[in-house]
């Protein structure tokens, strides 16, 4: 699929991996707030650290002075780490008042993102957000009483709706309302939910479900389709006398285990049996047999003759060499 | 994005460019040669004869017995729709398909679609090497097995699979079941032969693209006398088999194309030795790296990297900036948010599915180009895990307790 990144988004890239001079990746060594988010089996990953400047005894009142990124993800992810960590140095302001950096303007800073890639900024939005609930932690500031739920803001445990990326329904509502998500697509730029194996989408609770509770909306009518179950094929039925498959297999198994199993064993060599149909018997000769230049003869000679002779004169031996 | 005239191009198994030869011979065409080849006129026959003449060229590169079991198309995915549907058709009794969890889409959506329609379909696992199992394959015949599509070279790894030995299993089993092979990413790569070690396939599938031929062409092999009806419908051409007025141009350079493939098949050893030494030298100066398919019997031309730790978009985009065009299998250089279905088949550590690049040489490439590659690699690489939470710069290795951190939490 084409790129479509803007210059800034290019720009901020290839600063980073260049590590040009006021690029932000690093991990300041002893943190005032410390935030994870996404994972590498999701495809990213960031781990976001800043320090603050203290003036006077009111923890409100630390400014953000410095931010660094440790990121895993592809370009927009790593421009998206790049980009909030200068917005932050560039503003310089409290972390309470970093909470209402949102995602939309990390996208502003970075001149638009592709609407797939909306969800990098979504990363970078959500490690801030845990990065300042840790400084509140740390710095006994009770977020609570200013207003902020510090549970809203990262925890969402509960059911998982996305499995394949690990997505909690709490988490799924409180986005989709925060970034006013209305479809599915939607949903999956922005938070990824329902991009992978896209079980979720439809299922009883799925994506469709939590969309239509929230916004209200009911889903069309829409039947199944009926998808016919193949024609089951009648097996032949089957003489008084003759085998049945089962049979027929048991007792090929136990001539080549008694006769032809020590029989090439002697010389070296072994037998492994990969199917059988009907009255073929495909298998693979192993050990000298395999390299024997005979190994043709070998089978018809030693592995067939003894099926025929003790089993079914209509066995056909078939060598698989793969 | 920067577009640089001398870039170095490994991106074959995409797209390769088209040669100077094959265009020569495709311009007329497009010139006082326009004529519709089954126009009565005198003037229209030069095109018939262009065409008779590539179906001879593409025949002989594939070693088919006939010419007239050549049938031009638009590309492998109009053939790989077309010998699905078309085996199915004329098989109604039987509603069973048989094929592989890493075809290219143009199989296995296909596939898919046909579950829609209520076919059952088998898909064969691959191992970590992404080999198939020819007991899984025997295991699966059905006695309504239809088809069998089993691709011949990935075009992600370049694992190849013998297709010529599991096709004569599956004919000993029941030889009504229409073996296919979708051979994009093999014709005119090796040297293969529908009379000798393809000889019980009944459908062969290819692209004019990937071969130097211009895209919107490709052939078909149907064997005289296999079970299978025409897919597209609407005209006489390629005698009532595939209806549509011909890509007259293109078929030209196609054939032309094969000739060429023919001519180069030297090269392949040449292509060979290249993907030798990048494999080595890149294991040699990078550490946590998989070569995907190592171990399986690959193309000459196609080498796919897994790196741990950095993801494959950041990878392209940085060697963009250095001249290089490749590709990757990760999630964000496909539009999904899934890595490549291939390389999750072969269960390729999480770890290192998204950081995945596929390098695919061709006849052009050349030396030089590949030790630039050899040069820039391993920079790009350190420069994306000096970012990655997970790599720590100063050991060069993984950050201490990251795989405890990641196994603990999604293993």
Redesign the interface.
Known sequence: MPWDYSNKVMQLFRDAIAGKAGTHFGRIDVPDGEGHHGSMQCGDAMEFTFRVERTGDDPKADRIMEARYQTFGCTSAIASSEALCRMLEERKITPIQAISIQNADIVDYLEGLPPQKLHCSVMGAEALQAAVVDWARKRGVALADLGIDPSQLVEDEGRVVCRCFNLTEPYVRRKAKELNLRSIDDITSAIKAGGACTSCHHEPGGLQDILNDIWGVQPPAVSAPSIPLPEQVPSSPLGRNARTPYQMAKEIERVVEKIVRPRLQLEGGDIEIVEIRDKKVFCRLLGVCAACTGAQQTLSFVVEDSLRDNVDPEIEVIPVTV | ?TMNQTAIYLDNNATTRVAPEVLDAMLPFFKDQFYNPSSTYPEASNARDAIEKARESVARLVGAGARSEILFTSGATEGNNAALWGALRANPER??VITTTVEHPAVLEVARDL??H???VTFLPVDRAGR?N??DL??A????TAIVSIMHGNNETGVMF?VG??AR?VK??DPKIVVHTDATQTVGKIPLSLSRDLASVDILTMSGHKLHAAKGVGAMFVRRGARWRPFLIGGHQERGRRAGTENVAGIVGMGRACELALDSFHEKDRLRSLQSRLEKSVKASIPNVYVNGEGAERLPNTSNFAFE??????IL??LV?SGVLASSG??????????SHVLKAMDVP??AA?GSLRISTSRYTSDAEIDRLIEILPV?IE??R?????WDTTTNAPRQGVDVF?QE??R
């Open positions: 994005m509603r069973h579950q829609r209520g076919y059952r198939l020819a007991a025997l295991k015949i059905s006695p309504d013998a030995e599991l299993l000993r089993v730790y950095v993801e494959g978009e950041g985009m940085a900036d990760s999630a964000c250089t496909s539009g999904s948010l899934d890595p999480f770890t998204h790009v420069s994306l000096r970012i990655s939470p997970y990641i939490k999604y």
